[in-house]
Every structure is written in C-alpha cells, then in structure tokens.
C-alpha cells in the first residue's frame, strides 16, 4: 500500500514539473497531471533503469513528452464551436 501512495506523490511531482517545463497553457485537471506523471515516471524507469537524479530527469522528459503527445491528440479531437 505504501508503495501506490508513493508511486502517485512522486507521479505528482514529476507531473507537476512536466508541466512546469512544457511551454504553453495545459486545460487539464490534476488528475489527468497525476496520471501523465506516473505515466512519464513508468516509461522513464524502462529507458533508465539507474534510478537516482538522471532517472528523475529521464522520467520529467518522459511526461514532457507525454504532454506534447496529449495536446496533440486533444487539438486533433477537438471540434470547432459552431
């Protein structure tokens, strides 16, 4: 149990930085923020599997990523008001 509540603090701080980091404005909920991190925490431990300082960097690029591919998908989804 221990281990889920760790996983979504550090997914929130990983998030929150990716946001941070990324340029522009994201309308998405903390949530959706928590979810990326956790995602970008995921994918950066396969492609680091060291841990430490550079798997936290690799995992904040990951979730970057990770953004950029999520307003990529939602810009291409969204219908023009009418």
Known sequence: M???VYTIIIGAVIGILA???KPGADPMGWILTILLGI???YIGSL???GG???GFIVSII????LLFIYEFIRSKT???AA
Do not use: D
């Not at 990951?62 to 990523?65: I, P, Y």
């Open 2 to 4: 221990g281990s889920i």
């Open 19 to 21: 946001r941070f980091f």
């Open 39 to 41: 995602a970008g925490a």
């Open 47 to 49: 492609l680091y599997a």
């Open 52 to 54: 430490g300082f550079i």
């Open 62 to 65: 990951c979730a970057v990523v």
């Open 78 to 80: 969204a219908k023009p």
